[in-house]
């Protein structure tokens, strides 16, 4: 197994802790994480202050096993597989455990998660045809603003809350418009190609 393969599996090792870890009912277990002020008004969990952590080194391998993957030559298709389960694992279920727990809108992880399935879906029927459909710069601009958008959200959107500037949620929703639009692109891409008999 080469190096960003290595760097692939460990993100997907670090999202399973992560979302286990904020799965865990620790209060029914008789363990509550510190709780302290900021600012006189903005009250922070150590809870999720750690996941911030995880998620924010997570993100991080997400940019540097493929970098250099690419730099090096060792793209591989076990790579190409793991990367793709490893962003789904992270983001999506993230997104799912926060608008569970009332941080964010359902309709957030409902959208990402249906234009992901249908962005695959592309894939693998192009795939198919033996075409690559690549990714579009809206696509890439949307990962970008989930990241930072999801890590200040664990943050607690600091500093900026102190400002009531939630820069948080304007990047997350701004990323969940990019990811519709970027959707849209795969599908204009490589609509001549899904529809092609041959």
Do not use: H
Request: charged fraction near 15%.
């Amino acid at each position: 197994m080469n190096l960003p393969n290595k760097i692939t599996v460990t993100r997907i090792i670090l999202s399973i802790i992560l979302l286990v870890f904020l799965m865990i009912p620790w209060d029914q277990l008789g363990f509550s994480f510190p709780i302290f002020t900021v600012a006189g008004k903005i009250i922070v969990d150590i809870k999720y202050i750690i996941a911030g952590v995880v998620f924010m080194i997570a993100s991080i391998t997400d940019f540097l096993d493929g970098n250099i993957a690419r730099k090096r030559n060792l793209v591989t298709d076990f790579g190409k597989v793991m990367d793709a389960i490893a962003d789904k694992l992270l983001v999506n279920g993230l997104l799912i455990i926060l608008a569970y727990e009332g941080f964010i809108s359902v309709a957030i992880p409902v959208i990402i998660i249906t234009r992901d399935t249908f962005v695959d879906s592309i894939k693998m029927a192009s795939g198919n045809k033996g075409k690559v459909v690549a990714a579009s710069i809206a696509g890439k601009a949307k990962t970008v603003c989930m990241m930072i958008g999801v890590t200040l959200l664990l943050f607690y959107n600091l500093p900026f809350e102190i400002f009531g500037f939630r820069l948080d949620l304007i990047l997350i929703y701004l990323a969940t418009v990019l990811s519709v639009l970027s959707g849209c692109q795969y599908y204009y891409n490589a609509k001549d190609l899904i529809f092609k008999d041959k």
